[in-house]
């Protein structure tokens, strides 16, 4: 093929070709964009708009209502309870589930052997049934018949009621959700320690680095930055959302102490059927979880890339 | 009191036997290039010296002391990796200054925060960032003493592993590859430079580097190594002109040496083809002649029949290439340039002191010149 | 000094803490098979026995695999991914194609409307999409469990990604030698695209199977019941009485996944991590 003509061949530069490409693609993201439109664009903005109403399922009318419900909200002791309630949560999981997964993806990663396994060992959670392992949480903790009480009563200690107490629900769900995301924070840390390129710890050795603490300080933390970056704001929104140990286990109890926002927007929802409602409900969950990702995009991105 | 002393190492992986027996030893300010193919441990020989890798048995001394049994941190050495290896989120100065830090300052100095304020932190960090100026002046960093490293040239990258590796004037200074990253012209010119820095530092310099010509050309010895053995240090010209192993002579020289098969008679005469070469031996067995391309000529009245196949132009000679006129041995003819080329069939002479002969071992065998041998 | 990081501690003590870590991770499994294999009243007896007192008994099985039509649920699971699993790559892979290799108008609107798109968690839209299901009556279908998600932004964005880093040179030599663009996605980009499918496979079909919210609100009653609405419903129904029963619907609906995990561990695990670096 002369030159000329193979040259033509790699981009389309007729006005045919031109227009087939086009056609392509906009052919090839029909179905995308269709469904996109009607699945998440239409129903968002829909949601956004019905925050602002007081339309409730089943209702004849609906009617405009404007910042009332928002109004409601700032009032109500319920929603500023359960928004409380998440920020405790994420506080205690999103720091332990970090800081645990990192400790433990530096040990697994030094082992020569095995490491495998204990990778399979702590992700296991991940791809468990959540409602199911709650529920096993839940005789884990049971006060009477719990192994972890039955353990504590043999060594003289009286442990509370774990789930059924308000002094002590949110914490056991915490701990339950740290346990959860810890395995997911793990994988993502041990790729991010073995994309460490070898010569770089060889070169702080030769440097002079002694100290385990000194090598991490100087090679390992610097160089996972992205990654620490990235679980950082996948733990936080992760936890943001949780809801089904509280579906499944206390239902926001006892008295609330345990409500959550996904969970306070389902019971509006779905239980009261206040949609308008617990669509300003659902408008200050999308806020944070948009505060939090902006967090990542303007504030830390820049300093974790090193070109 | 030699520089770098390397006594009989061994290191397996596995099954595999990277390092079988190795020794060498480096003399304080001498420049010794460990040169082989990929594969024939010389990155394992470097790494057990700078103690990143443990040897199963023998030692390394470096300056005269045991250091077998330090890590690298311990050992006065000094390296410059093949990727570099510099800490990317740290300035060209700061990344110099890294080896000055780890031994100048105390632990509690280099406190993150409160190491700054720790009594006799300020001076000895104002001494170490002009120590680090400095070296980086001698390479000829200075403006560049505030950028990253995904800011610099391929060729800034390795002068500033080149700088935080002479920043401590070390007693031992180990390279592994550092060109190869570097294209062709930058390579060349940069290994004038390190030359130099060599003699500047004056430390015992280890260099590894898979290109022969590169050793040959800045080493003040060069070792050759193939399968975890050493073949043969000698000089340069030593090495080229007298290899004492096949593999060596192979190994060394651009285009690679012709080996061609060859017999002896029953009085030791040497044939080849059944032609007589005008060269005798002892030696018996599978024998093989070495030539290099630019001991060979075009001659009607030479020994050796050969086919010419194919020319190359390289500017200050030509390359003959052809084949053995009874066997498919390839030969290599370097011509002057404007020399008249052969086609088709056509006669070799060589310059019988120049021959090498290797016996079946691949070990050199005696060579005399002799119609018959006068054994 | 193996290979000169030396560690303070040596490896006999790191695997031994992390051991002791994994067992006492792994107890919640421990215990909750260890329960279903109890019979009610030595569970009662809350001894710290891990192995049931002679020999366990298989009681608590047979009774949720009577009761419960555990088959059924697990084929809804099996229904509901799969359909939104091939449903997401039939629009995400060309749409990923598309916008990482072809240029039409509107392309770079396109992605920035998928870059916005990851930023809304799939609660938002969830309510206004009951309401109009409930209009359409599609409540409490396989199309209500499947539908929303047919549209994963996270994919596109993730064949995107992959897309533009396949060489160019791949799709001019299909170019050259005169495929048109159909035939390039069918032959050169759907076999290419494997890897980085199968990883998104494996994320997405563990999000849709443990998902709860979603199941919750558009299914009511057991027709259409997922695994995870299927423990909550056997909850209710057995009051938190019998624990062993319980136990053992957890371990039924919880093994099919896990068991998945562990025969092919490193593709789940390769799966998230490389979903999670692009992300």
């Known amino acids: 093929m002369p030159m000329s003509e193979a040259a033509v061949a790699l981009r389309p530069r007729s006005r045919a070709g031109r227009q087939g490409e086009s056609l392509a693609g906009l052919l090839l993201t029909l179905p995308a964009s269709l469904s996109y439109i009607v699945l998440l664009l239409a129903p968002t903005l829909a949601a956004v708009l019905l925050a602002f109403t007081d339309y409730e399922l089943g209702a004849p009318s609906i009617r405009w209502i404007g910042l009332e419900n928002f109004a409601e909200l700032a009032e109500d002791r319920g929603f500023q309870v359960s928004l409380r309630n998440t920020l405790v949560y994420v506080g205690i999981v999103a720091p332990a589930s970090i800081a645990g997964a990192l400790a433990l993806a530096l040990l697994i990663e030094s082992l020569t052997r095995g490491r495998a396994l204990f990778r399979a060992v702590f992700f296991l959670p991940v791809v468990s049934l959540p409602v199911a392992m709650a529920t096993a949480w839940q005789y884990l903790l049971h006060p009477t018949i719990g192994p972890v009480n039955a353990l504590l009563r043999d060594i003289g200690i009286a442990g509370p009621a774990w789930l059924t107490s308000s002094d002590t629900v949110l914490l056991s769900l915490a701990f339950i959700g740290i346990w959860e995301a810890i395995g997911f924070n793990l994988v993502l840390f041990l790729a991010g320690l073995t994309a460490i390129p070898r010569e770089l710890h060889h070169a702080a050795e030769v440097d002079g680095v002694k100290s385990t603490w000194e090598r991490f300080r100087l090679v390992t933390w610097p160089l996972l930055g992205p990654t620490t970056l990235f679980v950082v704001t996948i733990t936080l929104i992760r936890s943001v959302r949780t809801f089904d140990s509280v579906a499944v286990l206390t239902q926001g109890g006892p008295n609330r102490a345990s409500e959550v926002l996904l969970y306070t927007i389902y019971t509006e929802g779905f239980t009261f059927f206040r949609l308008g409602y617990s669509a300003a409900i659902t408008l200050v969950f999308l806020v944070i979880v948009l505060a939090l990702m902006l967090l990542q995009t303007r504030v830390l991105d820049k300093r974790v890339h090193y070109g | ?375 | ?279």
């Open chain 2, 1 to 375: 009191m030699a520089g770098i002393t390397i006594q009989a190492v061994t290191k397996r992986f596995g099954s595999v036997t990277a390092l079988a027996g190795v020794s060498l030893d480096v003399q304080p300010g001498e420049f010794v290039a460990l040169v082989g193919p990929s594969g024939c441990g010389k990155t394992t020989l470097m790494r057990v010296v700078a103690g990143i890798e443990r040897a199963d048995s023998g030692r390394i001394l470096i300056a005269g002391r045991d250091v077998t049994d330090r890590r690298a941190a311990e050992r006065d050495v000094a390296m410059v990796f093949q990727s570099y290896a510099l800490y990317p989120h740290l300035t060209v100065a700061q990344n110099i200054a890294v080896p000055l830090l780890m031994r100048r300052l105390t632990t509690a100095q280099r406190l993150p925060l409160l190491g700054a304020l720790w009594p006799g932190s300020r001076a000895a960090r104002r001494a170490i960032r002009q120590d680090a100026a400095q070296a980086a002046a001698a390479l000829g960093l200075g403006t560049m003493l505030d950028r990253r490293p995904a800011q610099l040239s391929g060729g800034q990258r390795q002068r500033v592993a080149l700088a935080r590796a002479i920043v401590r004037s070390p007693k031992a200074f180990l390279m592994d590859e550092p060109l190869s990253n570097l294209d062709a012209a930058l390579r060349v010119q940069t290994r004038r430079e390190i030359v130099d820095i060599h003699r500047r530092v004056g430390a015992a310099t280890l260099y590894v580097t898979h290109d022969q010509a590169e050793a040959l050309t800045m080493a003040d010895r060069v070792a050759v190594m193939l399968g975890g053995e050493i073949l043969q240090v000698d000089s340069p010209d030593r090495i080229y002109a007298e290899p004492q192993d096949l593999r060596v002579a192979t190994f060394i020289g651009s285009p690679r040496i012709n080996t061609l098969p060859v017999e002896a008679r029953a009085d030791g005469a040497l044939t080849l083809d059944g032609e007589a070469l005008g060269l005798g031996t002892p030696a018996e067995g599978a024998l093989t002649l070495a030539l290099r391309p630019e001991d060979l000529r075009a001659d009607p009245s030479g020994p050796i029949q050969a086919v010419a196949e194919q020319v190359e132009f390289l500017g200050e000679s030509l390359l003959l290439h052809g084949r053995l006129a009874r066997a498919e041995t390839p030969v290599t003819l370097r011509l002057p340039p404007g020399s008249r080329v052969p086609q088709g069939a056509f006669r070799v002479a060589f310059a019988p002191e120049r021959a090498l002969l290797f016996d079946a071992a691949g070990r050199r065998a005696p060579l005399r010149q002799a119609a018959h041998a006068d054994v």
């Open chain 3, 1 to 279: 000094m193996a290979d000169g990081r030396a560690n303070p501690w040596p490896e006999a003590a790191r695997l031994l803490v992390l051991g002791a870590l994994g067992l006492l991770f792994l107890m919640p499994y421990l215990w909750m098979v260890s329960a279903s294999l109890k019979p009610l009243d030595e569970i009662f007896r809350a001894s710290l026995n891990l192995i049931p007192e002679g020999g366990g008994t298989l009681r608590n099985y047979a009774r949720v695999l009577a009761e419960v039509p555990v088959l059924q649920y697990l084929w809804n699971g099996v229904v509901v991914c799969g359909g939104i699993l091939f449903f997401q790559l039939l629009f995400a892979v060309p749409a990923g194609y598309a916008i990482a290799k072809l240029d039409f108008p509107g392309r770079d609107w396109m992605f920035g409307a998928v870059m916005l798109g990851l930023l809304v968690p799939y609660h938002v839209p969830a309510l206004p999409l009951y309401v109009a299901f409930s209009w359409i009556g599609w409540l409490n279908t396989f199309a209500a469990l499947i539908v929303p998600s047919v549209i994963s932004v996270f994919a596109i964005f993730l064949f995107r990604q992959f897309f533009k880093a396949l060489p160019d040179e791949l799709i001019h030599a299909a170019r050259i030698d005169g495929m048109n663009e159909l035939s390039i996605v069918w032959r050169v980009i759907l076999p290419n695209a494997l890897p980085a499918a199968t990883a998104f496979a494996i994320f997405s079909v563990v999000a849709h199977w443990n998902d709860l919210f979603w199941p919750l609100i558009a299914v009511t009653g057991h027709d259409r019941a997922t695994p995870a609405l299927a423990i909550l419903y056997y909850r209710s129904e057995e009051a938190g009485d019998d624990f062993g029963a319980l136990m053992a619907a957890s371990a039924i609906m919880t093994a099919p996944l896990v068991l998945a995990f562990l025969v092919a561990q490193r593709r789940f695990v390769e799966g998230i991590a490389t979903t999670g670096l692009k992300g």
